[in-house]
């Protein structure tokens, strides 16, 4: 039988699956949750927590404690050096890059054998699988799909083990059958030195069948520029006709829409978005209607939310899946197969869909600014964003803001660096329309703004293009599931963006 009608019936099979969490999420959810403190049970951290006589979720909720990464570090680092059965059954050999801010030394989570096959691999293949119901048509099983990812290297404890972005361990493992029709060879897709990974990869992939591409969009939007160049077009669709699809995620798609739809002004061609994080494979795309994902939830993950207002209590109540609200922000808590018990990993999500359960990101508990009581969260700057674009002709590359203190001599504000790819059609025009967007946006930043002028208008600075890749090189975070931080509560970014801005001007 053919492969392409071999995975179809796949495929099929696994939609079936799907349909059946689909109508019964909260029992999938509850079977779920039980399966895994079971098999956890004689764990060191089962047999803490008395794992063995769990048998209702309250009695899981109200017995083991709400982890963030510096709590479970010091077992992480354990296995890390390569000690069992500590929060999962059996040996760890496998650990990823947790992506984030460009400080500090990468976090470094544990993922089992179970979570890479039963949630990442399934999460890949579960995307195409609902891209093709909903694109009958569709042709990506004959062609190749390029991979634009990081590099990782074996763990200096043991040989057996190795640590990297997330998705070079995918790519590491993947079977065979997948191998065959990814690119390119995993000697360029995980190098180390990411410039010169983006010319081997443009030279070893421009004369390829590519259908598929999949990555950060930031990266892989450097590589298309790079094939374009070297290419001497102006269309990624002359470069690659088959090209249809596009799986992204890690950041926040919209401001970079433009430039796609520019560089790859092709009919037909689609943006899947996919929430995958080294903690796990939580949410995919499945249909052209909407950008909103779908909650996947028999991939070995068990989820509770916290209200995002009650996040700094000191014991937050966590809610369930049948007890979320549609519109409201949550931050994220998450038991898996890997043994990450009731861990936070930083991610907010606000509901768009209860019936199926269906979500957007919308920020990082530590990525927003609330210096004057604003609140403003990362969704609310990326909207904002989005309509000054719209009104005043620009394309956002990249940007980031943190807070303007108030002092003797004047008042509080936002100071934005934005790099445009193309400069609104007036600056001050630009900021006037974010401005009103946002107070429109978040009435907790109206309040502010209107009261007494405690808080002033944006002072946005437009930096030349190429700004940010210098800034986060310097910081050897190029590539990769690195990310620029958009939103700090204080100015440690900002500050040291302009610090080198005024260098290289005044040099």
Not at 23 to 32: G, I, M, T
Not at 169 to 179: A, D, F, H, K
Not at 181 to 208: H, Y
Not at 301 to 309: G, R, S, W
Request: include cysteine.
């Amino acid at each position: 039988m053919p492969f392409n009608s071999v995975f179809s019936w796949l495929m099929k099979k696994r939609l079936h699956r799907i349909d059946l969490f689909l109508k019964h999420p909260s029992e999938v959810q509850n079977e779920l949750i039980m399966n895994l403190v079971q098999k956890a049970q004689y764990t060191e951290w089962g047999v803490k927590y008395d794992y063995k006589s769990i048998k209702r979720i309250n009695e899981f909720k109200s017995r083991v404690p709400i982890s963030r990464y510096e709590d479970l570090k010091p077992v992480f680092d354990r296995i890390y050096r390569g000690e069992e059965n500590l929060l999962w059954p059996g040996e760890m050999n496998f650990f990823a890059k947790s992506s984030g801010t460009t400080a500090g030394k990468s976090k470094l989570i544990p993922v089992s054998k179970e979570a890479l096959e039963d949630c990442h691999f399934q999460g890949g293949k579960d995307l195409l699988a609902m891209y093709v119901r909903s694109n009958e048509n569709s042709k990506v099983y004959a062609g190749n799909t390029l991979v634009v990812g990081g590099s990782g290297q074996e763990c200096e404890y043991r040989s057996n083990a190795y640590y990297g972005d997330l998705s070079a361990i995918i790519m590491s493992n993947l079977p065979l059958w997948v191998q065959a029709r990814r690119v390119p060879s995993l000697s360029i897709a995980l190098m180390d030195d990411w410039e010169q990974k983006i010319d081997q990869l443009a030279e070893s992939t421009m004369n390829k069948n590519v259908s598929v591409l999949s990555g950060v969009p930031s990266w892989m939007l450097i590589m298309i520029k790079r094939i374009l160049e070297i290419k001497g077009v102006d269309s990624i669709a002359e470069v690659w006709p088959n090209l249809e699809l596009f799986m992204h995620g890690g950041v926040n798609f919209e401001p970079y829409r433009k430039q796609y739809n520019a560089l790859i002004p092709k009919k037909g061609m689609n943006y899947y978005q996919t929430y995958n994080a080294s903690e796990g494979f939580f949410s995919i795309q499945d249909d052209n209607a909407t950008d909103d994902m779908l909650l996947m939830l028999d991939y070995g993950i068990f989820y509770e939310f916290i209200p995002l207002d009650q996040i700094h209590d000191e014991n937050p109540k966590t809610v369930l899946l049948d007890e979320v609200e549609v519109g409201k922000n949550y931050a994220l808590v998450i038991s898996t197969n890997a043994g990450l018990w009731r861990y936070l990993i930083g991610d907010t999500v606000c509901f768009t869909s209860k019936s199926p359960y269906k979500i957007r990101v919308t920020g990082r508990t530590k990525h927003f600014i609330n210096a004057f009581g604003e609140e403003l969260i990362i969704d609310n700057a990326e909207k904002g964003l989005k309509i000054a674009c719209e009104k005043t002709n620009a394309i956002i590359t990249e940007y980031t803001a943190g807070p303007i203190f108030m002092s003797d001599l004047a008042g509080g504000g936002h100071e934005w660096i934005v790099e445009f790819e193309e400069k609104p059609d007036c600056l001050n025009r630009f900021v006037e329309i974010f401005d009103k967007a946002l107070m429109e946006l978040n009435s907790d930043y109206e309040a502010k703004r209107s009261y007494k002028g405690n808080l002033a208008q944006p002072l946005i600075h437009s930096v030349e293009k190429g700004t940010f890749y210098k800034w986060m090189k310097g910081r050897n975070k190029l590539g990769g599931q690195n990310k620029v931080p958009r939103l700090a509560n204080d100015r440690k970014y900002v500050d040291d963006i302009l610090m080198m801005v005024q260098k290289n001007v005044y040099a």
